[in-house]
């Protein structure tokens, strides 16, 4: 849909700029954008900021004054990037640590008065639905369809594709409370196998009913699949099964590996102190309390789906709302 708005624009002329925001539980993301002739994203401007918005709401059910003012001197440097880059059309989302929190109506007010930014807090099948056209295009044609995920801070986004490209459509979609923020406050960052066996058990709790709840509408033939993973969990577990010295988002982006062995990499992660975890490149201090919680969520998914490739994208929401920015113009 973008592309062919794109090429349709005289020889010459530069396609229109779109802006994404996407302040989740754990991040504070903005990207962007253009799209070329053939509809692929070409990057104008991005930042990315650990923010963890949502940490303690799942004890206090309110966001933290410190996590507010994180937050909002993150979203302080995408406002001026934005209005340097002068996009056409652009939204900004928050997410389930909002949903969650009593207090979420005065950071939107806050965010809007110290920043200029809208913010809208967006439903989780919203979330759902954005994430999946997000990850699209990274659906491969060879396979009947995949099982699209997106591991947050504060809640996980399942989606059942079939097909692929514009023809991609969704057969059942589901958005659990369910997240590494959450899990971390909840059950600590995973110490000991004991700590990590109660996060897979709880993450089970949700997903099981799900996966339930999908076949109940249609079997699911995990040979005619692949799994597909969005997320900062996913993509770390792919940058260290790659064994990168940093990590490289085009190196990552549209990866394929055995979904088994990422499993592996999640759960042999237990035995690392919080240091030694901080130590490897691509995980660092940001991720360390965060990474076994995920993998603890991705294990639940694999397996229950049970795929044996999974491919990783480096992309999701904020590409999500582009698309649809860029086709309504």
Known sequence: MA????????????????AAVD??????????????????????????????LGEGVARSGMLSEAAIAR??????????????????????????????AKNAA???????????????MITPDEEARLAAIGCTPLIDRSFEGALVFDIG?????????????????????????????????????GKDQAEAAAMRK?????????YRAMESKRRFERRTHHLLGTSGTVTTLAAIALDLPRYDRAKVDGSWHDATRIAAIGNGLVALDLAARAKIACVGA????????????????????????????DRGLREGILRELAAGC
Do not use: Q
Request: positive net charge.
């Open 202 to 210: 709880h993450a089970l709790a949700f997903i099981d009913p799900a």
């Open 106 to 120: 005065a950071l939107i007010e806050r965010v809007e008065r110290e920043t200029g930014l809208l913010l809208e």
């Open 23 to 52: 302040l989740g539980t754990n991040n504070c993301r903005l990207l962007i954008a253009r799209f070329d002739a053939a509809g692929a994203v070409e990057v104008v401007d991005s930042f990315s900021r650990i923010v963890r």
């Open 286 to 313: 940001e991720r360390a309390d965060l990474i076994v919680p995920g993998a603890a969520i991705y294990d639940a998914i694999h397996s229950v789906w049970c795929c044996e490739k999974l491919r990783v994208a």
């Open 153 to 189: 801070g504060g809640s996980t986004e399942i989606v059942w594709m079939r097909g692929a490209d514009d023809h991609a459509e969704t057969i059942a979609s589901v958005s659990l409370p369910l997240g590494v923020v959450t899990m971390a406050d909840t059950f600590g960052y």
């Open 3 to 18: 592309g062919k708005r794109s090429g349709s624009s005289r020889a010459g002329a530069k396609s229109p700029v779109f």
């Open 71 to 100: 937050t909002i001197e993150a979203l302080k440097v995408i406002a001026a990037r934005i209005r340097a880059a002068k996009p056409r059309r652009m939204r900004a989302i928050v997410t389930e640590a909002a949903r969650r």
